[in-house]
T-cell receptor, first 111, second 114 residues
Framework: TQLLEQSPQFLSIQEGENLTVYCNSS?????LQWYRQEPGEGPVLLVTVVTGGEVKKLKRLTFQFGDARKDSSLHITAAQPGDTGLYLCAGARNSGYALNFGKGTSLLVTP | KAGVTQTPRYLIKTRGQQVTLSCSPISGHRSVSWYQQTPGQGLQFLFE???????NKGNFPGRFSGRQFSNSRSEMNVSTLELGDSALYLC?????????????FGPGTRLLVL
C-alpha cells in the first residue's frame, strides 16, 4: 500500500513554463521531504518541511506543507532543462525509522 | 567529505543465485538504510541498521537480509534470486537513527536478474 500518492506521474513541459507537483496522503506525517533523482544517481534531498502550512522557497522552487500535514506541493517557476528529473516526496513519522516514499513525478523540460 | 558509496554499481545474476551488495556510509554516520526502487513500486524500505543492530525492517521476504559492521559499513544479501528482484538498490546513511535525520543516498546498485 502506497501511503503517499504523487501526481502527475509524468510531466513534459517547455522551458519557461510553470508547474506544480502534488503529494497526497490520508496519513499525518511529522515531516515531509522532497528529493530529486537523476538517471543513474540516488535521490538528493531538496527540502524538509515540518510545520503544517509551512512554505519554503529554494530559488525557483516553492514547497508547501498542508495545514493538516497530510499533503504537500512543489511548484517550479520558469522551468529549465536542468530541472529534468524524478521528483520524490517522502513522509516521516515520529516513531518510525523508515521514510515512506511516493512513486515520484518524472519531469522532462525541453528547450 | 566523501559521499555514500555503493559497490558494485551494476550486477547481472541468474535466477536462483545469491548476491551481496555493499554500502559505505559517509564518515561518522552510524545509520544505514536500504531501499529497493522499481518502476512499478517506487522506493520501498528494506531495513535500517544503527550501531550494528537492525532497528526496523520493511515488508520483504526473508530472502532479503543485511548486516552492519563496527565501522558502519553495511551489506545486504539476497538469496535465491527471482526475476522480480531486478531493481535499483539504494543505500542511505544518516548521522543518527530515526526519520527526522537527513538521509544521504548513494548512487545505487542496479541488479538485473535473468
Amino acid at each position: 500500500t502506497q501511503l503517499l500518492e504523487q501526481s502527475p506521474q509524468f510531466l513534459s513541459i517547455q522551458e519557461g513554463e510553470n508547474l506544480t507537483v502534488y503529494c497526497n496522503s490520508s496519513s499525518v506525517f511529522s515531516s515531509l521531504q522532497w528529493y530529486r533523482q537523476e538517471p543513474g544517481e540516488g535521490p538528493v534531498l531538496l527540502v524538509t518541511v515540518v510545520t503544517g502550512g509551512e512554505v519554503k522557497k529554494l530559488k525557483r522552487l516553492t514547497f508547501q506543507f498542508g495545514d493538516a500535514r497530510k499533503d504537500s506541493s512543489l511548484h517550479i517557476t520558469a522551468a529549465q532543462p536542468g530541472d529534468t528529473g524524478l521528483y520524490l516526496c517522502a513522509g516521516a513519522r515520529n516513531s518510525g525509522y523508515a521514510l515512506n516514499f511516493g512513486k515520484g513525478t518524472s519531469l522532462l523540460v525541453t528547450p | 567529505k566523501a559521499g555514500v558509496t555503493q559497490t558494485p554499481r551494476y550486477l547481472i545474476k541468474t535466477r536462483g543465485q545469491q548476491v551481496t551488495l555493499s554500502c559505505s556510509p559517509i564518515s561518522g554516520h552510524r545509520s544505514v538504510s536500504w531501499y529497493q526502487q522499481t518502476p512499478g513500486q517506487g522506493l520501498q524500505f528494506l531495513f535500517e541498521y544503527f550501531s550494528e543492530t537492525q532497528r526496523n525492517k520493511g515488508n520483504f521476504p526473508g530472502r532479503f537480509s543485511g548486516r552492519q559492521f563496527s565501522n558502519s559499513r553495511s551489506e545486504m544479501n539476497v538469496s535465491t534470486l527471482e526475476l522480480g528482484d531486478s531493481a535499483l538498490y539504494l543505500c542511505a546513511s544518516s548521522l543518527l537513527t530515526g526519520t527526522q535525520e537527513t538521509q544521504y543516498f548513494g548512487p545505487g546498485t542496479r541488479l538485473l536478474v535473468l
